[in-house]
Structure formats: structure tokens, C-alpha cells
């Protein structure tokens, strides 16, 4: 683990190693079991540039192999990174049947994730929250997930204005003016919460922070509660539970 990682880890969860430090709440197992395997899994070096969906399950599949095992498993091992990246694209390849579709084609619903998580995981939490269902009360739902270890999957609206990749100074290089990770321009993109900092202990907050792990990076970022709302597809957050 690099030293950059671990100062990160403890600016996100100050000095507590645990679940909860005040309000906020972090899945250090998550961010730990990622960085085994971010440069291997990670879209941009399978260059599945459409397949968030998928790959977000890789990664919350790789949380809960990497927890189970007390930190001594993860999915990807060996030194020669070529054959790394080759075994994660096998793998994403596997999970495009489960789901019925071609190899690098859009996740349209959470369906053919649910059915990633059933019937290829063998999951037996793995449930859509409620559309009918009032924005704090998924909240509560989606903080009380995070509680008990559960990450959770989110869809963010793609960028409609035509930004994305740009050339600057002679190099292409991203532009996120709608939002800060959103590597696909018009598409939709698929993201995995593993945290969440709640200002206000009796209070949702516009201002709270919600930390995500994006897989077409293989990074980890944070964005505040109001601007989940506003880039979520998710009207009242009817996320996702990817829960073993």
C-alpha cells in the first residue's frame, strides 16, 4: 500500500479504523481490497470503457473476498500486469453473459446487475430500493447499509453538453464540469458509495459527503449529498444494495 493511500485513508476516517468516526462512516475494506486490483480491473486498463455496471460488481466482489478472508485474498495476484489485466477482462467478459448482453455494452438497468449478484456472485442481498419510496427515507436505508458493510451501487446522468475527453496543451485529458468523475460524456455511469460523512446527526444535509469509488479509474472520490441529487439517476435514490 503506498504512503499517498494511507495518508488518504486517514484524512477519510481521521484516526478511527472502524465503521463509525462521529457521523461519518467509511468501508476501509473497500478502499483497501480496490488498490489490490485497480490497475488491473480498473476500465481504463481493460479499456471496456462502457462497462461501469459490471465492473463496479467486480470491485464490491473483491471487497467481500478480500473481507472474508481477514485481508489475505483478492481476486487478481502476480507481478506481470499484462496477464493481470487479461484474467480481469475474461472475468468482466463472464459476468456479460450472466447478464445476457455483449461485451462492452451499456448497463441500462440495475436488472442485469441484480442477476450478476444471484446467479454469479450467489448473493443473497442484492435489492433495488423502492422509487416509491421518499428520498431520507432511502437515505436512512442507504447509511444504515453502509452500517453493516454493504456498498452501495449508484447510476450518475452522463454529461449532455458534449464534454468529456479534450485536447489541452497538446494532450487529451478530461473535462468534468457537470460532474467530477464522469469519464463517458453522454453516457450514464455506474459508481460504487463506500462512504458517507453526515453533518447533521438529527438531519440529512445538502452539504453532507458522500465518498465513491469510480471503476473507470480505479479511484476513489467524494461529492456532497447535494450534488448526488442532482447527477443521480435515482430520483429518491432507489439504489442498489450489493450486499453478500
Same mark, same amino acid.
Given at each position: 500500500m503506498t504512503k499517498k493511500f494511507i495518508v488518504i485513508l486517514v484524512m477519510l476516517v481521521g484516526l478511527v479504523s472502524g465503521a463509525w468516526a462521529g457521523n461519518r462512516i467509511v468501508l476501509m475494506d473497500f478502499l483497501m481490497s480496490a488498490e489490490n486490483i485497480a490497475d488491473y480491473a480498473k476500465q481504463d486498463a481493460t479499456k471496456y470503457n462502457h462497462s461501469c455496471g459490471p465492473t463496479s460488481t467486480l470491485f464490491v466482489y473483491n471487497y467481500y473476498l478480500y473481507k472474508?478472508?481477514?485481508g489475505r485474498k483478492v481476486l487478481f495476484y502476480g507481478s506481470n500486469? $499484462?496477464?493481470?489485466?487479461?484474467?480481469?477482462?475474461?472475468? &468482466?467478459?463472464?459476468?456479460y453473459k450472466t447478464m445476457g448482453q455483449s461485451? $462492452?455494452?451499456?448497463?441500462?438497468t440495475f436488472d442485469s446487475? &441484480?442477476?450478476i449478484g444471484v446467479y454469479r456472485y450467489k448473493f443473497t442481498n442484492v435489492e433495488q430500493r423502492s422509487q416509491y419510496d421518499v428520498l431520507n427515507t432511502?437515505?436512512?436505508y442507504l447509511v444504515n447499509d453502509l452500517q453493516n458493510g454493504i456498498p452501495i451501487i449508484v447510476s450518475l446522468k452522463g454529461q449532455n453538453n458534449g464534454q468529456g475527453r479534450v485536447w489541452k496543451n497538446g494532450k487529451r485529458v478530461y473535462?468534468?464540469?457537470?460532474?467530477s468523475t464522469n469519464?463517458?460524456?453522454?453516457?450514464?455511469?455506474i459508481v460504487v458509495i463506500f462512504g458517507y460523512d453526515k453533518k447533521n446527526s438529527y438531519k440529512f444535509s445538502d452539504n453532507d459527503i458522500v465518498y465513491y469509488f469510480d471503476p473507470y479509474f480505479g479511484k476513489h472520490h467524494y461529492m456532497t449529498l447535494k450534488e448526488l441529487k442532482r447527477v443521480a439517476n435515482q430520483d429518491n435514490m432507489d439504489y442498489l444494495r450489493f450486499g453478500k
Open positions: 472474508n478472508s481477514g500486469k $499484462n496477464e493481470l489485466i487479461n484474467r480481469a477482462k475474461w472475468t &468482466i467478459r463472464k459476468l461485451v $462492452n455494452t451499456d448497463t441500462r446487475l &441484480i442477476d432511502n437515505l436512512e473535462v468534468h464540469k457537470i460532474h469519464p463517458v460524456g453522454k453516457w450514464n455511469h
